[in-house]
């Protein structure tokens, strides 16, 4: 537990959401005062409820894509939609929240001199004709698809953080976050595993897009979060980008068979079309975390999928 005098001040934007929530009860169990700044577009106060009357911790109504003005000494930018059907909803609004989230966000560290997280996506390897994905590669995203607006949003945004750390000698740390799951995903948020958890406990059909065999590998929140604290630990020799997520891949119908089973439900899988773009495989080479790091992820699938069931298990017994 940090002192008064150690004590950090530390801005999460996008601090409502499934990944800010987390990594906001993990820097207050550490001793930091943080503040939250999210517009809930996507997040909910129910995901921060239980920090109202902590102490250290305050929620500011913010959107990014408008300047703020506050005082703190790191910040974590987390604010933007993370799933498919969320960042389609608004495409604009998307590229916004990145490109000029981003701008944002970084004139503020820049005033401050302080250090600065961007929570990137493997979403920049687009449908990755390398893998395992390593940070070196580029990536294949078509610009002007379905996902561009989260694609190249958020290659923009790596774009300005690299050049405001060659041009203006700031402090940036870029992960490229991979698949990643647990308590507090939106019930109705239209990601894989929250749709495929919702549906078998309801007993609802498992609506599998194409014909599944597309993969993605899937990293438990506790896991992630642990990785950003130590990211943002490293020297400032070290911006990255790293990928952070579990290197376990799994195919799209493999994981509706272990929701399944881990679940007991009767339903059934019903195959849907797949949407625009939809990466075929993707799996992190994680050595660069492993070894600047100390990370790999602890958490084997059907444990991680075990609380998350559990999660949305209370949320349908309260009638979500
Ligand atoms: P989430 O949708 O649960 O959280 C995003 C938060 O950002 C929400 O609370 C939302 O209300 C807020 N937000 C959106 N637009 C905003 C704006 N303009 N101003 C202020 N707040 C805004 O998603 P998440 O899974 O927690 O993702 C968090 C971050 O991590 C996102 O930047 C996402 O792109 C990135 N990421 C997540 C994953 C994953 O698997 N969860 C993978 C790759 C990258
Ligand atoms: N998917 C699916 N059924 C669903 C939701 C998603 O088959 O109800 C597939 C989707 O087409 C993709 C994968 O699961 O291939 C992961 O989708 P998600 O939206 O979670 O994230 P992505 O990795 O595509 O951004």
């Known amino acids: 537990m940090r002192s008064r005098i150690t004590r950090k001040r530390v801005l999460v ?129 078509n610009p002007i698809g379905v996902r561009s607006c989260y694609d190249e949003g958020k290659r923009c945004a790596e774009t300005l953080f690299f050049d405001y750390h060659r041009q203006l000698g700031l402090d940036i740390k870029v992960a490229r976050i991979f698949n990643t799951y647990g308590p507090r995903m939106h019930p109705n948020d239209g990601r894989v595993v929250s749709n495929f958890v919702m549906q078998a406990l309801r007993g609802e059909p498992i609506t599998i897009f194409g014909e599944g065999q597309q993969t993605r590998s899937f990293c438990f929140v506790d896991d992630l979060v642990e990785a950003f604290l130590r990211f943002m630990d490293t020297g400032p020799d070290f911006p990255g980008p790293v990928n952070l997520g579990n290197p376990g891949e799994f195919t799209i119908r493999e994981l509706a068979e272990r929701v399944i089973e881990l679940t007991g439900s009767g339903s059934k899988l019903v195959f849907q079309p797949l949407p625009s773009d939809d990466p075929a495989q993707r799996r992190p080479d994680i050595s660069l975390a492993r070894e600047k790091l100390g990370w790999e992820p602890r958490v084997a699938l059907d444990d991680g999928l075990k609380k998350t069931i559990e999660y949305f298990e209370g949320l349908v017994r309260e009638g979500a």
């Open 13 to 141: 934007t996008g601090g409502a959401g499934f990944l800010g929530s987390h990594l906001i009860d993990r820097l207050l169990a550490r001793g930091d005062e943080v503040l939250c700044a999210d517009n809930l577009f996507t997040g909910t106060k129910r995901n921060i409820e239980h920090l109202h009357t902590h102490p250290r911790f305050e929620f500011m109504r913010h959107d990014v894509t408008f300047p703020l003005f506050v005082e703190v000494d790191e910040i974590f930018n987390l604010a933007c939609p993370a799933s498919p059907i969320h960042y389609q909803h608004d495409p604009v609004q998307t590229t916004k929240t990145s490109v000029h989230g981003a701008i944002n966000m970084l004139g503020l560290a820049k005033r401050l001199r302080c250090r600065i997280f961007q929570a990137s996506t493997s979403e920049v390897y687009g449908d990755p004709s390398v893998h395992p994905q390593v940070e070196s590669y580029w990536g294949n995203v």
